[in-house]
């Protein structure tokens, strides 16, 4: 791994707090009965998803500590996990069609998910290019953990809950691409992921315009 992205696995252990507080007033809050509040389809969703994060956080921790033997174990294992992930938004996706409203988010975000890790896989023995699409996927879920804690948790849903998170991301990427072409680094899949962003975000905008 650059030395310059050593310690990312620290920064991903900030999904941690930051998904708790996005998510503690729809989910947290609720538990340990969640009585007529949240099915088990959305149980299965944020365990699958808790395994996914929990696979982020850790990947690059075992290569900044040398523990390659582990790291494709659990690189193994995320096919699993991964497929088990992109299932898990299928149920939501039917319920917003059955309630006549297009699940943008969830469309956008498994087109993502798919097109990263497929990259990521792809260049799995290049360790540049495949940290960084794995960088962009860990990306696609600042947008429902932000946009929640803007929603719910701040209440400020005037402020754009829904365009914000994606405001950040697009920013993030632009400070990626800046700090690497700086330093001669490569750089392209932020690019791609810039591109993709930017679609997703004028998307949302289009579509809460014409509703």
């Known amino acids: 791994m650059e030395k310059a992205y050593r310690n990312i696995g620290f920064?991903?252990?900030l999904f941690i707090p930051l998904t708790f507080l996005g998510f503690y007033k729809t989910y947290f809050a609720l538990s340990p009965e969640f009585v007529g509040t949240v099915d088990f389809y959305t149980h299965f969703h944020a365990l699958v998803a808790s395994i996914w994060m929990t696979l982020l956080i850790t990947q690059p921790l075992l290569i900044r500590f040398k523990n390659f033997k582990l790291h494709r174990f659990f690189g193994k294992i995320s096919y699993v996990v991964f497929v088990a992930l992109i299932l898990s938004f299928?149920?939501?996706m039917i319920k917003e069609y059955g309630k006549n409203l297009f699940p943008l988010n969830a469309s956008f975000d498994v087109i993502l998910l798919l097109m990263f890790y497929a990259l990521a896989i792809k260049h799995k023995n290049n360790v540049a290019i495949h940290m960084r699409y794995m960088i962009a996927i860990a990306l696609i879920f600042i947008g429902p953990t932000l946009g929640?804690?803007?929603f719910f948790l701040l209440e400020l849903e005037h402020l754009g809950a829904f365009h914000i998170p994606y405001l950040a991301v697009i920013g993030i990427l632009i400070g990626l691409i800046i700090w690497d072409k700086k330093n001669n680094r490569t750089h392209s899949p932020y690019i791609l992921a810039l591109i993709a962003f930017i679609i997703y975000l004028?998307?949302?905008?289009?579509i809460n315009v014409n509703l």
């Open 11 to 13: 920064v991903f252990l």
């Open 202 to 206: 004028v998307a949302l905008y289009t």
């Open 148 to 150: 929640r804690i803007i």
């Open 90 to 92: 299928i149920p939501q």
